[in-house]
Protein backbone atom coordinates (compact mmCIF):
# COMPACT_ATOMS: atom_id res chain seq x y z
CA UNK A 1 0.00 0.00 0.00
CA UNK A 2 1.47 3.66 -1.13
CA UNK A 3 1.13 6.62 1.14
CA UNK A 4 1.91 10.01 0.03
CA UNK A 5 3.01 13.27 1.96
CA UNK A 6 2.88 16.49 -0.59
CA UNK A 7 3.34 19.83 0.53
CA UNK A 8 3.86 22.73 -2.44
CA UNK A 9 7.56 21.92 -2.91
CA UNK A 10 7.92 18.12 -2.39
CA UNK A 11 5.80 15.03 -2.99
CA UNK A 12 6.80 11.90 -1.41
CA UNK A 13 5.67 8.57 -1.88
CA UNK A 14 6.08 5.76 0.96
CA UNK A 15 5.44 1.84 0.11
CA UNK A 16 4.52 -0.32 2.91
CA UNK A 17 6.26 -2.76 1.84
CA UNK A 18 9.65 -2.49 3.79
CA UNK A 19 8.50 0.92 4.94
CA UNK A 20 10.72 2.29 1.94
CA UNK A 21 10.60 5.60 -0.02
CA UNK A 22 9.55 4.97 -3.63
CA UNK A 23 9.70 8.73 -4.65
CA UNK A 24 10.76 12.35 -3.72
CA UNK A 25 9.23 14.69 -6.47
CA UNK A 26 10.13 18.30 -6.57
CA UNK A 27 6.48 19.24 -7.62
CA UNK A 28 8.39 22.45 -9.89
CA UNK A 29 10.79 20.52 -12.33
CA UNK A 30 9.14 17.56 -11.41
CA UNK A 31 12.90 15.86 -10.56
CA UNK A 32 13.08 12.87 -8.56
CA UNK A 33 15.52 12.82 -5.83
CA UNK A 34 15.37 8.95 -5.42
CA UNK A 35 16.62 6.65 -7.56
CA UNK A 36 14.04 4.52 -8.82
CA UNK A 37 15.79 0.82 -8.86
CA UNK A 38 14.77 -0.09 -12.40
CA UNK A 39 18.66 -0.41 -13.83
CA UNK A 40 20.91 -3.35 -13.25
CA UNK A 41 22.92 -1.42 -10.66
CA UNK A 42 20.59 -2.34 -7.53
CA UNK A 43 17.18 -3.19 -7.40
CA UNK A 44 16.14 -1.36 -4.59
CA UNK A 45 15.47 2.57 -3.62
CA UNK A 46 15.82 3.06 0.06
CA UNK A 47 15.53 0.26 2.68
CA UNK A 48 15.35 0.53 6.34
CA UNK A 49 18.08 -2.18 7.53
CA UNK A 50 16.78 -3.91 10.97
CA UNK A 51 18.02 -5.76 12.88
CA UNK A 52 21.17 -5.72 11.55
CA UNK A 53 23.42 -3.14 9.24
CA UNK A 54 25.59 -4.48 7.06
CA UNK A 55 26.74 -8.40 6.92
CA UNK A 56 27.60 -10.87 9.72
CA UNK A 57 29.98 -13.01 9.42
CA UNK A 58 29.06 -16.22 7.41
CA UNK A 59 25.63 -14.92 7.21
CA UNK A 60 25.17 -16.24 10.86
CA UNK A 61 25.26 -14.92 14.19
CA UNK A 62 25.02 -16.15 17.87
CA UNK A 63 22.08 -15.50 20.00
CA UNK A 64 21.44 -16.64 23.26
CA UNK A 65 23.86 -19.43 22.71
CA UNK A 66 22.20 -20.36 19.24
CA UNK A 67 23.24 -19.98 15.50
CA UNK A 68 21.15 -18.14 13.61
CA UNK A 69 20.94 -17.62 9.56
CA UNK A 70 20.72 -13.73 8.45
CA UNK A 71 20.92 -12.11 5.35
CA UNK A 72 23.05 -8.77 4.65
CA UNK A 73 20.81 -5.82 6.29
CA UNK A 74 18.13 -7.98 7.99
CA UNK A 75 14.43 -8.67 7.37
CA UNK A 76 12.85 -5.15 7.45
CA UNK A 77 13.36 -4.30 3.98
CA UNK A 78 11.26 -7.17 2.61
CA UNK A 79 8.80 -7.21 5.61
CA UNK A 80 4.75 -6.03 4.72
CA UNK A 81 4.34 -3.04 7.71
CA UNK A 82 1.13 -2.24 8.88
CA UNK A 83 0.01 1.86 7.93
CA UNK A 84 -0.48 3.59 11.10
CA UNK A 85 -4.19 5.14 9.79
CA UNK A 86 -4.73 7.95 12.02
CA UNK A 87 -1.03 9.92 11.67
CA UNK A 88 -0.52 13.30 11.73
CA UNK A 89 -1.71 15.26 8.24
CA UNK A 90 2.21 16.21 7.73
CA UNK A 91 3.24 12.28 8.83
CA UNK A 92 2.99 8.64 7.72
CA UNK A 93 3.98 6.22 10.17
CA UNK A 94 4.52 2.24 9.50
CA UNK A 95 4.51 -0.83 11.98
CA UNK A 96 6.20 -3.98 11.76
CA UNK A 97 5.06 -6.60 14.75
CA UNK A 98 7.75 -9.46 15.68
CA UNK A 99 6.05 -12.84 14.95
CA UNK A 100 6.66 -16.59 14.67
CA UNK A 101 8.04 -16.05 11.16
CA UNK A 102 10.70 -13.14 12.50
CA UNK A 103 11.61 -15.04 15.32
CA UNK A 104 12.61 -18.08 13.44
CA UNK A 105 16.22 -16.04 12.52
CA UNK A 106 16.06 -12.99 15.26
CA UNK A 107 14.52 -14.29 18.73
CA UNK A 108 13.51 -11.43 20.03
CA UNK A 109 10.02 -9.76 20.34
CA UNK A 110 9.65 -6.34 19.34
CA UNK A 111 8.09 -3.57 17.49
CA UNK A 112 9.44 -1.72 14.63
CA UNK A 113 7.76 2.04 13.74
CA UNK A 114 9.27 4.12 10.50
CA UNK A 115 7.91 7.65 10.26
CA UNK A 116 7.88 10.05 7.91
CA UNK A 117 7.65 13.98 8.31
CA UNK A 118 7.63 16.06 5.49
CA UNK A 119 8.01 19.97 6.46
CA UNK A 120 8.81 22.47 3.50
CA UNK A 121 11.89 21.48 1.93
CA UNK A 122 13.24 18.60 4.56
CA UNK A 123 12.34 15.20 4.79
CA UNK A 124 12.87 13.74 8.51
CA UNK A 125 12.47 9.68 8.54
CA UNK A 126 12.00 8.78 11.78
CA UNK A 127 12.58 4.87 13.86
CA UNK A 128 11.24 4.08 17.17
CA UNK A 129 12.01 0.41 18.17
CA UNK A 130 10.49 -0.97 21.46
CA UNK A 131 11.42 -3.83 23.13
CA UNK A 132 7.96 -6.05 23.49
CA UNK A 133 9.53 -9.17 24.99
CA UNK A 134 10.99 -10.51 28.13
CA UNK A 135 15.13 -10.51 27.54
CA UNK A 136 17.29 -8.12 26.65
CA UNK A 137 17.48 -6.86 22.76
CA UNK A 138 20.38 -6.54 20.88
CA UNK A 139 19.81 -4.65 17.77
CA UNK A 140 20.83 -2.36 14.76
CA UNK A 141 18.93 -0.22 12.76
CA UNK A 142 20.03 2.10 9.49
CA UNK A 143 18.83 3.72 6.10
CA UNK A 144 20.36 3.09 2.55
CA UNK A 145 18.68 6.07 0.52
CA UNK A 146 19.89 5.97 -3.37
CA UNK A 147 19.62 9.70 -4.57
CA UNK A 148 19.83 10.37 -7.93
CA UNK A 149 22.73 12.68 -9.59
CA UNK A 150 21.45 15.60 -10.88
CA UNK A 151 22.37 15.82 -14.75
CA UNK A 152 23.84 12.46 -15.09
CA UNK A 153 26.53 11.57 -18.00
CA UNK A 154 28.35 8.33 -17.33
CA UNK A 155 31.43 10.34 -19.25
CA UNK A 156 31.38 13.08 -16.86
CA UNK A 157 34.58 13.12 -15.07
CA UNK A 158 32.87 13.93 -11.78
CA UNK A 159 28.95 13.30 -11.18
CA UNK A 160 29.05 15.28 -7.94
CA UNK A 161 30.93 16.48 -4.62
CA UNK A 162 30.87 15.62 -1.54
CA UNK A 163 30.84 18.44 1.85
CA UNK A 164 31.39 17.06 5.26
CA UNK A 165 31.27 19.31 8.47
CA UNK A 166 34.85 18.16 9.26
CA UNK A 167 38.12 18.15 6.94
CA UNK A 168 39.98 15.04 8.03
CA UNK A 169 38.38 11.73 7.39
CA UNK A 170 39.30 8.03 8.39
CA UNK A 171 36.98 5.25 6.41
CA UNK A 172 37.14 2.01 7.65
CA UNK A 173 37.17 -0.51 5.00
CA UNK A 174 35.55 -3.77 3.71
CA UNK A 175 37.57 -6.39 3.53
CA UNK A 176 35.84 -10.02 3.19
CA UNK A 177 32.49 -11.27 3.09
CA UNK A 178 31.09 -8.23 3.35
CA UNK A 179 32.80 -7.45 6.76
CA UNK A 180 35.28 -4.98 8.16
CA UNK A 181 39.03 -5.96 8.27
CA UNK A 182 41.48 -4.03 10.82
CA UNK A 183 43.06 -1.21 7.49
CA UNK A 184 41.60 2.33 7.32
CA UNK A 185 42.39 4.65 5.10
CA UNK A 186 41.86 8.23 4.97
CA UNK A 187 39.27 10.61 2.59
CA UNK A 188 41.02 12.88 0.10
CA UNK A 189 39.13 16.07 0.09
CA UNK A 190 40.65 18.34 -2.66
CA UNK A 191 42.00 21.59 -2.77
CA UNK A 192 37.80 22.97 -1.71
CA UNK A 193 37.53 20.40 0.83
CA UNK A 194 35.29 18.49 -0.84
CA UNK A 195 34.96 15.01 -1.58
CA UNK A 196 34.93 14.99 -5.92
CA UNK A 197 33.20 11.83 -6.73
CA UNK A 198 34.99 10.38 -9.44
CA UNK A 199 34.97 6.55 -11.67
CA UNK A 200 37.43 5.35 -8.84
CA UNK A 201 35.96 6.91 -5.30
CA UNK A 202 34.09 3.76 -4.40
CA UNK A 203 36.82 1.40 -5.83
CA UNK A 204 36.87 0.63 -1.48
CA UNK A 205 33.03 -0.71 -2.23
CA UNK A 206 31.50 1.88 0.50
CA UNK A 207 33.16 4.94 2.32
CA UNK A 208 32.57 3.91 5.95
CA UNK A 209 33.15 7.04 8.44
CA UNK A 210 32.53 5.55 11.67
CA UNK A 211 32.81 6.95 15.49
CA UNK A 212 30.59 9.58 15.08
CA UNK A 213 33.46 11.07 12.49
CA UNK A 214 30.72 13.53 10.69
CA UNK A 215 27.31 14.79 11.33
CA UNK A 216 25.92 16.18 8.30
CA UNK A 217 26.92 14.95 4.38
CA UNK A 218 25.85 17.33 1.20
CA UNK A 219 25.92 16.07 -2.35
CA UNK A 220 26.35 19.04 -4.49
CA UNK A 221 26.23 18.57 -8.51
CA UNK A 222 29.18 18.38 -10.47
CA UNK A 223 29.76 22.40 -10.82
CA UNK A 224 29.42 22.42 -6.96
CA UNK A 225 26.00 23.79 -6.33
CA UNK A 226 23.84 23.02 -3.22
CA UNK A 227 21.87 19.69 -4.23
CA UNK A 228 20.93 17.64 -1.04
CA UNK A 229 22.25 17.20 2.55
CA UNK A 230 21.50 14.29 5.38
CA UNK A 231 21.53 15.54 9.07
CA UNK A 232 22.06 12.72 11.55
CA UNK A 233 23.39 12.08 14.87
CA UNK A 234 24.10 8.24 13.89
CA UNK A 235 27.57 6.72 15.03
CA UNK A 236 28.27 5.77 11.30
CA UNK A 237 27.55 6.70 7.78
CA UNK A 238 27.91 4.81 4.91
CA UNK A 239 28.31 6.14 1.28
CA UNK A 240 27.88 3.79 -1.40
CA UNK A 241 27.54 3.81 -5.37
CA UNK A 242 27.73 0.11 -7.31
CA UNK A 243 29.22 1.25 -10.55
CA UNK A 244 31.30 4.26 -12.46
CA UNK A 245 27.84 3.93 -14.37
CA UNK A 246 25.44 3.81 -11.72
CA UNK A 247 23.29 7.16 -11.68
CA UNK A 248 22.88 7.66 -8.30
CA UNK A 249 25.37 7.51 -4.49
CA UNK A 250 23.41 6.20 -1.52
CA UNK A 251 24.52 8.68 1.85
CA UNK A 252 23.36 6.14 4.62
CA UNK A 253 23.07 6.91 8.75
CA UNK A 254 23.29 3.85 10.68
CA UNK A 255 23.62 2.92 14.27
CA UNK A 256 24.93 -0.44 13.44
CA UNK A 257 27.59 -2.32 11.38
CA UNK A 258 28.56 -4.79 9.55
CA UNK A 259 30.57 -7.80 11.61
CA UNK A 260 34.29 -7.60 11.87
CA UNK A 261 35.91 -10.21 9.61
CA UNK A 262 35.58 -13.90 11.47
CA UNK A 263 34.14 -12.20 14.79
CA UNK A 264 32.40 -15.68 16.53
CA UNK A 265 30.86 -13.79 19.48
CA UNK A 266 27.31 -12.90 20.65
CA UNK A 267 25.15 -11.13 18.84
CA UNK A 268 25.02 -8.41 21.68
CA UNK A 269 28.63 -8.36 20.85
CA UNK A 270 28.87 -6.94 18.55
CA UNK A 271 30.27 -3.30 17.60
CA UNK A 272 28.07 -0.55 17.44
CA UNK A 273 25.00 -2.88 18.67
CA UNK A 274 22.34 -0.86 20.69
CA UNK A 275 20.50 -2.99 23.64
CA UNK A 276 17.07 -2.27 25.15
CA UNK A 277 15.59 -3.39 28.30
CA UNK A 278 12.13 -5.09 28.52
CA UNK A 279 9.41 -2.59 27.90
CA UNK A 280 11.99 0.33 26.45
CA UNK A 281 12.37 2.12 23.53
CA UNK A 282 14.54 3.27 21.16
CA UNK A 283 13.71 6.30 18.89
CA UNK A 284 16.24 7.65 15.97
CA UNK A 285 15.91 9.69 13.10
CA UNK A 286 17.47 11.52 10.15
CA UNK A 287 16.64 14.65 7.83
CA UNK A 288 17.25 15.28 4.48
CA UNK A 289 17.41 19.49 3.24
CA UNK A 290 16.63 19.39 -0.61
CA UNK A 291 18.87 22.36 -0.85
CA UNK A 292 18.24 23.35 -4.90
CA UNK A 293 14.51 24.19 -4.60
Known amino acids: MKQ ?32 HGDSPFWGRRSPVLFPIVGSVWNGRFQMDGKVYEMGQHGFARDSDFSVVEDAPEDEAWFVLESGEKTRSNYPRDFRLEIGYQLVGERLRVMWRVTNTGDKEMSFQIGAHPAFNYPDFKATDPVHAYLAFDRNELISQLIEEKGCIGEKVMPVTLDDNVMLPVTADTFDINTIILADSQVRRVSVLDKHRNPYLSLLFSAPVVGIWSPSPEAPFICVEPWYGRADRVAFDGEFSEREYVNTLAPGKVFEASYMIIFENI
Request: charged fraction near 25%.
Open 4 to 35: TLKNNLLTVEIDSLGAELQSIVDNRTRHDYLY
